[in-house]
T-cell receptor, first 116, second 112 residues
Framework: DAGVIQSPRHEVTEMGQEVTLRCKPISGHDYLFWYRQTMMRGLELLIYFNNNVPIDDSGMPEDRFSAKMPNASFSTLKIQPSEPRDSAVYFC??????????????FGPGTRLTVL | GDSVTQMEGPVTLSEEAFLTINCTYT??????LFWYVQYPGEGLQLLLK?????DKGSNKGFEATYRKETTSFHLEKGSVQVSDSAVYFC???????????FGKGTKLSVKP
């Protein structure tokens, strides 16, 4: 299994530009999570999906952030317009059903976003 | 709501020293508990887990015991190596949907 795949691994953009981060979860997993990690705030849960449906987006910082999961094998996190304070490492994670996995999440390698 | 508190870092140890990273939790019900590790430049990966009281999770020489009476899940290793340098996160499964709640992380640096 290839694990959780994220792209791009690094993104440098200018303030005001649109940024799209991509995630492919592990095949068969029905939960998908987006996290943001910064030195100041640590690891924050932004949003998570179950069976492609957003369950909790209370961690999404503001309307500039949006996430979609059009099918079981793909999700995007979009920032429009981007701001320098959005600079962070964004992680995607997935897991199987609670009964099987005791909620163990598998993380991707992350996308390091720098907004100039 | 559910929460996890772990000791502030950074922690700096010499090789072969004993490691303890404290973790306590607040939760309703009977959560599963986890330790994740993040090596430099990588995502988090599961280090060990315990799913019920008195369970001991272990992996790569690390151990943690689920203590319901003290609501704790302290991480220990008898002899750390330079390769153990990483950030360690304590977590529990929270909510009916089972999202994980993470502590703030503890950075460990092991010097040769």
């Amino acid at each position: 299994d290839a694990g959780v795949i994220q792209s791009p691994r690094h993104e440098v953009t200018e303030m005001g530009q649109e940024v799209t981060l991509r995630c492919k979860p592990i095949s068969g997993h029905d939960y998908l999570f987006w996290y943001r990690q910064t030195m100041m705030r640590g690891l924050e849960l932004l949003i998570y999906f179950n069976n492609n449906v957003p369950i909790d987006d209370s961690g999404m910082p503001e309307d500039r952030f949006s996430a979609k999961m059009p099918n079981a094998s793909f999700s995007t996190l979009k920032i429009q317009p981007s701001e320098p304070r959005d600079s962070a490492v964004y992680f995607c994670a997935s897991r199987g059903t609670a009964y099987e996995s005791y909620n163990e999440q598998f993380f991707g390698p992350g996308t390091r976003l720098t907004v100039l | 709501g559910d929460s996890v508190t772990q000791m502030e870092g950074p922690v700096t140890l010499s090789e072969e020293a004993f490691l303890t990273i404290n973790c306590t939790y607040t939760a309703t019900g009977y959560p599963s508990l986890f330790w994740y590790v993040q090596y430099p430049g990588e995502g988090l990966q599961l280090l060990l887990k315990a799913t019920k009281a008195d369970d001991k999770g272990s992996n790569k020489g690390f151990e943690a015991t689920y203590r319901k009476e003290t609501t704790s899940f302290h991480l220990e290793k008898g002899s750390v190596q330079v390769s153990d340098s990483a950030v360690y996160f304590c977590s529990l499964n929270g909510g009916s949907q089972g999202n994980l709640i993470f502590g703030k992380g503890t950075k460990l640096s092991v010097k040769p």
